[in-house]
């Protein structure tokens, strides 16, 4: 099988951090078709052979076990060319699809990791220059728009001039093998879907913690904030995952209709739910790992008075027969103590405590599932301990920990999400991706966050870099008597 993958953005960030290492990793693999050219699509004026030794060069920042040695980079080189494009130029186009009538390849991949104001552009010029044929697959890279409106202008322009077959919406987050995990653990073991219910379950949280700050993307972070960049796509796509009913089968959009179904059950917001349930902070000046570290509105790119959020918590709730009443907590920030995402289901206590536990009173089961840094479970059960000063038994039951390491076990090394996405779409596999209905109902349900906040003068909540956020997140999950993981 033959495909181009013609990558606009092909100077960008996401294109030698992720996209180019995920096309070398799938290269080494041997997983990428021989018969495949990459072209980078950008404003500089450069030959093929500048842009190869710029995208040599960035590797030299890739960790080490995956940086190409200078033989693998030569042959991976050969795939790499460049082609300088002015994105809102036709006769640019012109010139792109006369590259790639040099040959015809089985699949066109159209990768957009460009600014998402490019979108509709690129896609219109595209179908002009007759770039659309049945070949062709658009990958387009998140935040889709930055509200309801905005994103359903681009899914209408994109939809136009492509079939829903041909459109890759991405979020990493679905290609991560630990996701990938979750939906094992659901749907290829019976072992907890009697227990998955409002029966058995007191509250799930949802953490996506980061240590990085905006690093470079300082001015697009800037008009972006957590809320657009996490919650909207990543966060909500993990609440998907956890709180979906089983699919008729493993095709696309048997997935993706009960995800909607989800999406659609979350409780709309109230003013109440809005003043009490939601949660945006912004950090301030901190240290991570020891070392200092400034405060957001110092970053480079950041308006000095910014109000843009980099911490958000808030609690939802999933109003169908399986859910209703159990809270789902989500938080996610950069700035803060730890890198670590993770899942935590807490179960309900037994009904009659016929043992005395150390905790406060009778303590429910928890079932961790951890995304990264490691991928695994935890199962905390309760255990009889032994009182050691006088060799009895006690009455007192201690926590133990039942843990499962998928990196051990599966080796550190498994296919990447980018890696994983980019084969999938080359093989035409929708699985991953996000449906446009997904994407509107995610945003129709964020978008009365953003209106509050507009008007909202007090402006996010100040946090320490290097803390867990602002303590309003923890006041606002211990009103249900819940705590975050690390404070319990
Ligand atoms: C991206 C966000 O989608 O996900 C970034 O735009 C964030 O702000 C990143 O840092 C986190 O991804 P990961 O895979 O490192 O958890």
């Not at 227990?195 to 001015?219: C, D, P």
């Not at 109440?272 to 400034?294: F, M, N």
Request: proline letters at 5%; hydrophobic letters at 40%.
């Amino acid at each position: 099988m033959s495909f181009d993958l013609i990558l606009f953005g092909g100077t960008g960030d996401l294109a030698w951090r992720k996209i180019m290492p995920a096309l070398f990793q799938a290269f080494r693999h041997g997983s990428l078709p021989a018969n495949g050219r990459i072209v980078g699509v950008a404003r500089d004026d450069l030959s093929d052979a500048q842009y190869r030794a710029l995208i040599k060069s960035r590797f030299d920042s890739v960790e080490l076990a995956k940086r190409p040695s200078e033989e693998e980079f030569s042959r991976f080189a050969q795939m790499l060319g460049y082609l300088r494009m002015d994105l809102s130029s036709p006769a640019d186009y012109a010139r792109l699809a006369e590259r790639l009538r040099q040959r015809s390849a089985d699949v066109v991949v159209m990768y957009l990791a460009t600014a998402p104001g490019l979108f509709t552009t690129v896609c219109e010029q595209i179908a002009i220059a007759g770039l659309n044929g049945a070949q062709t697959r658009v990958v387009l890279e998140k935040p889709l728009g930055h509200d309801l409106a905005s994103n359903r202008a681009i899914n209408e322009t994109v939809r136009s001039v492509l079939s829903e077959k041909q459109i890759f919406r991405i979020d990493h987050y679905l290609g991560k093998p630990s996701v990938q995990n979750l939906f094992a653990l659901r749907f290829g073991n019976a072992f907890f879907e009697p227990l998955w219910r409002r029966e058995h379950i007191a509250n799930i949280q949802i953490t996506i913690s980061e240590e990085l700050g905006v690093e470079k993307r300082g001015a697009f972070y800037d008009t972006t904030g957590a809320l657009r960049d996490m919650v909207q796509n990543h966060a909500l796509q993990l609440l998907c995952a956890v709180g979906m009913e089983p699919p008729i089968n493993s095709h696309a959009d048997a997935i993706r209709d009960e995800k909607l179904k989800v999406l659609r059950s979350l409780k709309p917001w109230t003013a109440e739910t809005l003043s009490q349930h939601v949660i945006r902070g912004q950090y301030a000046a901190g240290s991570i790992d020891g070392e200092a570290v400034p405060a957001y509105r110092s970053e480079a790119g950041v308006n000095p008075e910014s109000q843009t959020e980099t911490f958000v918590a808030l609690r939802t709730e999933i109003a169908n027969w399986r859910w209703a009443g159990v809270p789902f907590y989500i938080r996610t920030g950069k700035r803060l103590a730890d890198r670590d995402a993770h899942i935590e289901v807490n179960f309900r206590p037994t009904p009659h405590a016929i043992f005395q536990s150390p905790q406060s009173g009778n303590v429910g089961n928890r079932l961790v599932i951890n995304l990264q840094p490691r991928d695994g479970l935890e199962l905390h059960l309760l255990a009889q301990g032994a009182d050691k000063r006088h060799g009895r038994a006690t009455q007192y039951l201690e926590p133990v920990q039942l843990d499962l390491d998928f990196d051990k076990r599966f080796g550190a090394e498994r296919v990447g999400a980018y890696e994983r996405l980019l084969l999938d779409v080359i093989d035409g596999r929708l699985n991953l991706f996000v449906r446009s209905d997904e994407q509107e109902e995610a945003w129709r349900w964020v978008e009365p966050i953003l209106d509050r906040w507009r008007h909202d003068t007090a402006g996010p909540r100040h946090y320490a870099a290097g803390t867990w956020g602002p303590s309003a997140a923890s006041a606002m999950i211990a009103r249900d008597g819940y705590c975050w993981s690390e404070e319990c």
